[in-house]
């Protein structure tokens, strides 16, 4: 039956096949004229699909991309960051300033990201005559204000005041004595004030983190933010039998808000403090009894412990509203049982100065603070026991713990270079100087690879939306990086750090915006499961058509100059 | 008795006087309570109060340094410009009924509603922040409340605390609720950790996952409020208080008896008093044990209190646990004298029940039942939280009071908006005394765009509970605290001119008219199909044309045209 069908339709078609033939041998310029309408309706097939349909396809499902500065971006690499700064050398003897300037000058010719210019200033006697005190010498008019500068000034009979030679002041002055050479001076610069080694380093260890380390006070440092939480915890593992007396806010006030305003041109600060009961350390120190004769008794803990008592504490830490880095400070009060004790080094020797405090890089510190034996071992005082702890010196060790935590570094020392201690105040305008130049270099450094790192991200990963609000904050990062390098180099310092903080945050935003993932997990296999079965069957017969077409035309041509030639 | 009373109240004040000499930096006292009661149905209620109490201004920057109160709390409380917060997480419903009355009314499943200071900007976003960071505080998905679910309700919510001015703008309220949260350890354990005792020392070590979440009913909360400081009220004090409801059925409990004990509820005895705590009590409702079956409580309570509070008599066994001296473990029994009485059940004087009306897939209807069984009319205020989802109709809104219908004092009615807002309906009525009354609304099943449906479409779409506002004029059944107290305590011989109900209605489940989720895909293959196929012949009619090849054919046809004539022969052939 099946094969009686076939062969109807064989028949069928030959019959038209022969039908056919019959036409075309009578009407052969009929079938010219067909078969230019059939290549123009081929045409007009590849006209629509291609011309048209592949265009608006490529445009509809196309990701919004705003137009980027990839060549300023790309061009950052060899963006030439170099910190000019003026520096001023006062003497009496104006020779003695020419050769210094010289001096130095020679010195730090070679330094590769410094562009000192030093100036010889003309010192009168009479400037120094009411000079009685290191302190006189701070309130003389003759500091400089601008952020960045520095003042070395010659003080005959500095012996007078310090057996040093060379004294750093409060603001922006060195105070050195008549017989200070110039590469004394060159030092306490470099490895004190300028500390270019430093700087160098951190960029390095930010550009090539594989390569380079960071140093100590860079690994130590936050990272940088334009807002910092601050959170004192006053950890009490026995309240029913020991019980604080301590004005908490009251002591952050007194304490911590003078150097947080002083910092505060860096970025801002919200301090908070909790109080955690029933919070244990969760290891167990070693009680040590001193066979020195007094038979003192206490309880040790080993410095390589240290970091597991951090982690019981940290789910107590956390904040759910904000996002800004967070510093922790921890006061552990040992109960009276468990009194005093100690942090021990390896070597089974207290660390240096009786401290018990330690620091954590860039989290924060834990002092432990021991009630004072008064109280524990006095048995007529019933449980809870009431104890004040010593505001003064929790704080203190807290305050060392921020400057280091904030970036100002531990300096170096150097033999007959001292510096006036702080009193009033609990920072030196050069210590913030330098960490105003750390910081611009860490966010023109950081908004730098950013930019350059989403630029290589878009470039790789097509997916990526950049919206409007996120090109504009691309372009604005760009601008403020350029603009901060030029400012650096002219030696503006503070505005510098403001459009370096800018870059930084703005670079940072377009990084992080959510919008950027909104097409990122449009998973190909989909599309391509959608696009194959609608697009291959159609193209194939159009692109094939492609070839008669162009076989026609040239066939029109060919005919065309035959016809030419005849 | 009332001279016990005194004593008592005048030890706690002492108590106070001297925690306020110590304590001078930060004035904050916390307070721990465990109030148990057995209910005539056999079950047995426990409520768990801890309240902590901060004489603070309540400002932003008052939270940054916190002592007692939790910090991770105050932190979003301050940031978020809260006046008010009450969140509750509750899984199991609560049969008012039998019941009668908790102490805080909560939804099945997660409620939260919230006051914003006046000077708050952009409420609505303020309030998504807010829910968002209250999602990761307590682990609830408050991250998926919005706009588009919640309500501003002008009567049924008022501030609980104390208010600056006397006009209540109800604008700078929100209210939400989650009717298919599920509550479990998870969000324990985070509320735990809010207490300054953590779960280390005092009644909270009572609450252990595994015996709380094998009861009929249990529901957290967390009420924060500003309050008076003193009773010249000249200034202010923050009162947070965090509740554990439960409610055990001791037939599941399996002891084969109505006896129960703290160990056998808890799994565990009490070590001691919360030292923190300025008071650290257990109140066991004895009032039963006059009128229904007979217990006897071991150890003897030290103290008995009588409270007459809105002409209802009760009486309750005081044990103060920081005046106990416990070695070990301490434990109190309730041991019954027969195993298995129950007592006479006196429904309270108003409550409600809620069900699903309709056929099909295309009309629906909602019906709450308000029962009133006092012998005066009640005013209630009822509030409707719909989801925008379920297009109501507020002329199909009918109130039918023992066949007869009531017209509302009052009518509330904002129409929803697809996925901006809820549909919001709020009626103020007067039950008729002795009486039963029918809320009748009727609604449309539509269809949802097929992202909105949630990962289990079929399980259904909840609708949260109907609140029923109302101000008791007797006290019976009632357990409520008054506004002006804090404590279990305060709400002793608290007799008020009327007792504030909040009662919660069933949360209902509805089945939506549900995709085919396949069905996107599938038309995308079909349509790609039959374009692919119509195309290609299309093509080849419109620009190629058959014509015949003169040259000889092709030699597979010409096997196959040869094969198939033989064949037709061979068949003539045998025909």
Known sequence: MLIQFLCFILVDRGMILKEETSDGSTKGEDAEDNDAYRIFAAIAYAVVLIVIGLPLWWKTTDVYRVSLPYSRIAALDSLDVTLGMNISISTIDPARGGRLVADLKDIFKTSKLFQLTFLALPLEKKDLASVHSPEDLENASLQPRKPGELLLLEVPGLSRFTANHVLAGLKRTVYFSSETTAVKLSEVLESWLLQEKSLRQTVAAMTAPTETDQDRSGRRRMPTAAEYDIMITVVNPEPEKLHLNWDLPQAVQDYLEPLLQELSLLAAYAVKSQWLYFVTLNVQPKLVTETSGSGYQHYALAEDILPQIITPLEKKLASHVSRNPCLNFIVYIPPCEAAPLHIYRRQGMRVKGGVDAFLSPRWGGIVIHNPSSLICHNTSVPEPKEYSPDTAAIMGIFLAQLRLLMGIPELKEISRVGQLPLSTVSLRQWEFDALLRVRTLEQLTSAKLTLQSLSQLLGEISNIVINDAVGSSIYRAVNCVEHAADLLKTGQLDQAFNESKEAFLSAEAAFTDPSLLALLYFPDDQKYAVYIPLFLPVMIPVILSLKSIHAWLFGRMNFKTKLKED | ?575
């Open chain 2, 1 to 575: 008795m009332m001279v016990v009373l005194h004593t008592i109240f005048s030890g706690l004040l002492c108590l106070q006087c001297i925690s306020s000499v110590i304590c001078t930096p930060q004035k904050d006292y916390f307070d721990e309570e465990l109030l148990l009661k057995p209910l005539p149905s056999g079950h047995v209620y426990a409520y768990f109060q801890f309240t902590t109490l901060w004489d603070v201004d309540f400002e932003a920057t008052s939270f940054q340094h916190c002592h007692l109160f939790p910090r991770a709390l105050g932190e979003i409380v301050g940031r978020y410009n809260v006046q008010e917060l009450h969140i509750s997480l509750t899984e199991g419903l609560w049969r008012h009924e039998t019941w009668g009355y908790p102490v805080h009314d909560a939804a099945p499943g997660a409620e939260l509603w919230a006051w914003f200071k006046e000077s708050t900007k952009n409420i609505d976003k303020t309030w998504k922040e807010l829910a968002g960071a209250l999602s990761g505080l307590l682990c609830v998905s408050f991250n998926f409340v919005d706009a588009s679910n919640s309500l501003n309700p002008e009567f049924t919510f008022r501030p609980a605390g104390i208010v600056s001015s006397g006009a209540v703008n109800s604008s700078y309220l929100r209210y939400s609720t989650l009717p298919r949260e599920i509550v479990c350890t998870e969000n324990l354990t985070p509320w735990k950790k809010l207490l300054p005792c953590d779960a280390k020392k005092g009644l909270s070590t009572l609450l252990n996952a595994g015996h709380i979440h094998n009861t009929n009913y249990h529901s957290l909360g967390l009420h924060l409020r500003p309050v008076c400081r003193d009773t010249t009220c000249s200034q202010m004090s923050v009162e947070l208080r965090q509740t554990v409801s439960l409610v055990y059925d001791m037939v599941i409990l399996g002891t084969g008896n109505q006896d129960w004990s703290i160990k056998k509820l808890f799994g565990i005895g009490l070590s001691g008093a919360c030292p923190l705590a300025t008071m650290s009590n257990i109140y066991i409702d004895i009032a039963l044990n006059e009128t229904g079956a007979h217990f006897q409580l071991t150890p003897t309570p030290p103290a008995v209190i009588t409270s007459t509070r809105g002409g209802h008599k009760s009486k309750f066994a005081v044990y103060d646990i920081k005046a106990l001296d416990i070695d070990g473990m301490f434990n109190i029994a309730a041991v019954y004298s027969s195993s298995r009485v129950y007592g006479v059940n006196i429904p309270p004087v108003l409550f409600a029940n809620r069900y699903i009306i309709g056929y099909g897939q295309e009309r629906g209807g909602i019906v709450t039942k308000l029962h009133n069984g006092h012998w005066q009319a009640l005013d209630v205020v009822y509030l409707e939280n719909i989801p925008w989802f379920i297009p109501l109709y507020l002329h199909t809104l009918k109130i039918v009071a023992n066949g007869k219908e009531i017209k509302p004092l009052l009518k509330r009615f904002i129409p929803g908006k697809a996925r901006a807002r809820p549909y919001y309906l709020e009626v103020a009525l007067r039950l008729p005394a002795r009486s039963i009354t029918e809320i009748s609304l009727e609604f449309d099943y539509v269809f949802l765009k097929w992202q909105e449906y949630p990962p289990d479409a079929n399980h259904g779409f909840y609708i949260g509970a109907a609140v029923i506002t109302s101000l008791l004029p007797v006290g019976r059944n009632y357990t409520g605290l008054p506004q002006d107290g804090s404590t279990i305590t305060s709400s002793f011989n608290a007799s008020r001119d009327g007792y504030l109900v909040q009662l919660r209605t069933e949360t209902l489940i509805i089945t939506m008219p549900t995709p085919d989720f396949s069905m996107p895909y599938n038309v995308i293959c079909l349509t790609c199909t039959v374009i692919a196929l119509a195309f290609g012949p299309l093509h080849n009619i419109t620009t190629k044309r058959l014509r015949l090849k003169n040259k000889e054919q092709n030699y597979v046809i010409r096997w196959f045209k040869s094969k198939l004539t033989r064949s037709s022969e061979m068949k003539e052939k045998q025909s």
